[in-house]
């Protein structure tokens, strides 16, 4: 299957500190990237929908101005959570849709953030 | 919500047949069935996916009934490695539609 990656695995922030994420689609062009979130014994809630070059489409109840989504080309998207708060502690996930089959989502290993 | 039924918890011997079921009675004609699974601490990974016909790949085979409203999994010689959060999925395939809207999936757990 294809290969999605995040950078960083892990972080520790401050509250107050904004924290970015990177997910990258390492053999293929990813159209359409997804990012969520996992708290912990619970399943993936679906945060928001990005298409390369466009303005990401965000679910019902997340802020668009504290997590913040680029996705400036078919391999990157970026999610910076700003100003964060103990609470954003969480095991965040994307995943990317595209290249071969075109129809079928790969996730990225996740990036565990805990905000003291 | 999710669109899907699954027990939350299933027990394997290791080296026997996983047989996970699904139930999708709301499911459309333009919607597909995925499965994929979560190891602890890691993302989903994806296992396999059908319409009508029953699939099978190099990881599991999928049985999916004629009328559609139901599925199985089927991991037909489980390891310790299985054990993890298995999730069906039902969504639409094709251009910008359908995101992944995950369930509670079931848990399964191999034994020695």
């Known amino acids: 299957g294809a290969v999605v990656s995040q950078h960083p695995s892990r972080v520790i922030c401050k509250s107050g500190t904004s924290v970015k994420i990177e997910c990258r689609s390492l053999?293929?062009?990813?159209?359409?990237m997804f990012w969520y979130r996992q708290f912990p014994k619970q399943s993936l809630m679906l945060m928001a929908t990005s298409n390369e070059g466009s303005k990401a489409t965000y679910e019902q109840g997340v802020e668009k101005d504290k997590f913040l989504i680029n996705h400036a080309s078919l391999t990157l998207s970026t999610l910076t959570v700003t100003s964060a708060h103990p609470e954003d502690s969480s095991f965040y996930i994307c995943?990317?849709?595209?290249?071969?089959?075109?129809?079928?989502?790969?996730f990225g290993p996740g990036t565990r953030l805990t905000v003291l | 919500d999710a669109k899907t039924t699954q027990p939350p918890s299933m027990d394997c011997a290791e080296g026997r047949a996983a047989n996970l079921p699904c139930n999708h009675s709301?499911?459309?004609?333009?919607?597909?069935v995925y499965w994929y699974r979560q190891i602890h601490s890691q993302g989903p990974q994806y296992i396999i996916h059908?319409?009508?016909n029953n699939e099978t790949n190099e990881m599991a085979s999928l049985i999916i009934t004629e009328d559609r409203k139901s599925s199985t999994l089927i991991l037909p010689h489980a390891t310790l490695r299985d054990t993890a959060v298995y999730y069906c999925i039902v969504r639409v395939s094709g251009g910008s539609q359908g995101n992944l809207i995950f369930g509670k999936g079931t848990k399964l757990s191999v034994k020695p």
């Open positions: 995943s990317a849709r595209g290249g071969m089959s075109t129809d079928t989502q790969y």
């Open positions: 053999d293929f062009q990813a159209t359409t």
């Open positions: 709301t499911i459309s004609g333009n919607e597909y």
């Open positions: 059908g319409l009508k």
